[in-house]
């Protein structure tokens, strides 16, 4: 059978799929705790909420910050797998830390150190999903490496509510049930992906990726990728507001990782057969369009006083999510010349982290000052202003 006959799905490399599945597992494990670590840092640890934002956002740049350092190294000594099995390692590692947490300190610490391993295996495994992917197969590996990392994401929550059910809302016992799916993701990277045989640099005369000349080799298109990307993290803060907005209309602490169950259904749903749709007609108009659907999103959590609203907000954003986050990767495994992939996915996410950090920040200041419509009207505001840049300057689409 011709192999362009067959349906994207089935036209995806092997390892994309397990990468998709480590993902999986991950987002399992991460959704699990984070679902409910709002509440917990809240309710039990009694922080407050410019410090869920500050824990939320420095975990996120703190992500960003090593994603460049670990992408160009991987661009440097084409190992991208082994930089991706470090990540995934040291996050799975730092999950016990959260049940044993005395204080908000120790919670921050093992965010900090999970992030860190985010941060190390982020770019070098996109870079990797690109490496063995054709150029006009890129939507759908991102496409669907993402919709598998939110199938975890919204299963974690989801377990989340059963182990809560089931030991009468004993959230440590669902930080501990958490660590068996980190374990597993590791195994998978280790025994499924396979990395493609590549020269090193290291020795051969080239300069590290960091260097001012091999980042002016990214182009423009990269850069004007990057910058739409950060415009749009400032409009898109941590997903933790969603269920603080959730708990502040009446939903109980047990069903307070639904939000995210909810959510990220809609993400996993929406994000491989968008990717799909933009490897045919183009990325340009579904990021615009992702904003249109995010600025109502923040107009329905801004003003929205029940639980029925609430969750119309959250189904927007979920489809927002779907619309956006896999066509920015696909666009920048488009735009960036292949050895320099890691390090164009490292900028890229440095960017993105350094700007939900922002986001997420003035986001708990606005919501502790003035109440949760403020938070959500910032975020309306910047998608806005993002959506008009978006529009203003030159489309950028796959080669």
């Known amino acids: 059978m011709n192999q362009n006959t067959l349906p994207a799905w089935r036209r995806v490399p092997s390892s994309v799929w397990a990468l998709g599945i480590v993902s999986l597992l991950m987002d399992f494990s991460s959704e699990m705790i984070h679902a409910l670590l709002p509440i917990y840092l809240v309710g039990s640890l009694g922080a407050s909420m410019t410090e869920v934002g500050v824990i939320e956002g420095v975990a996120e740049a703190t992500a960003a910050i090593v994603k460049i350092f670990s992408g160009a190294i991987s661009d440097w000594v084409g190992k991208r797998k082994l930089l991706t099995l470090i990540g995934y390692g040291l996050a799975a590692l730092t999950k016990p830390m959260f049940p044993l947490a005395p204080n908000v300190s120790w919670i921050t610490s093992a965010r900090f150190l999970d992030r860190v391993g985010k941060g190390i295996r982020g770019a070098p495994r996109d870079a990797l999903v ?91 298109p990269f850069w004007r990728v990057a910058g739409v990307a950060t415009i749009f993290s400032l ?33 996993a749903s929406a994000a491989y057969p968008l990717g799909v749709i933009s490897d045919r007609m183009g990325r340009w108009s579904l990021l615009a369009l992702s904003l249109i659907v995010l600025i109502c999103a923040d107009g329905v959590l801004a003003h929205g006083s029940s639980l029925v609203w609430v969750f119309c907000g959250v189904l927007l954003w979920g489809l927002h999510m779907g619309m956006s986050q896999g ?14 992939r890691g390090t164009a996915f490292g900028v890229y996410n440095l960017f993105s982290g350094l700007a939900l950090f922002l986001a997420s920040f003035l986001a708990g200041r606005l919501w502790d000052q003035f109440g949760d419509w403020a938070t959500f009207l910032l975020g309306g505001s910047f998608a806005l202003i993002a959506l008009i840049g978006l529009l203003m300057i030159p489309k950028i689409d796959q080669r």
């Open 130 to 220: 690109a490496d063995v992917t054709p150029d006009s197969l890129h939507g759908a590996a991102f496409g669907l490496r993402q919709s598998l990392d939110t199938i975890g994401a919204f299963l974690g929550p989801a377990v989340a509510v059963l182990v809560m059910w089931l030991t009468l809302n004993n959230i440590h016992m669902v930080f501990w049930v958490a660590t068996l799916p980190a374990i597993l993701a590791v195994v998978v990277l280790f025994y499924g992906v396979e990395e493609p045989v590549k020269e090193k640099n290291v020795g051969g005369g080239l300069r590290f990726p960091l260097h001012k000349n091999e980042l002016n080799r990214l182009g423009a």
């Open 235 to 267: 409009a898109r803060f941590s997903e933790a507001f969603l269920i603080l907005k959730a708990q502040a209309v009446g939903l109980p602490v047990i069903f307070a990782p639904l939000v995210l169950v909810f959510m990220n259904l809609i993400y």
């Open 327 to 340: 066509l920015f990767a696909a666009l920048v495994a488009d735009v960036a010349p292949p050895s320099l």
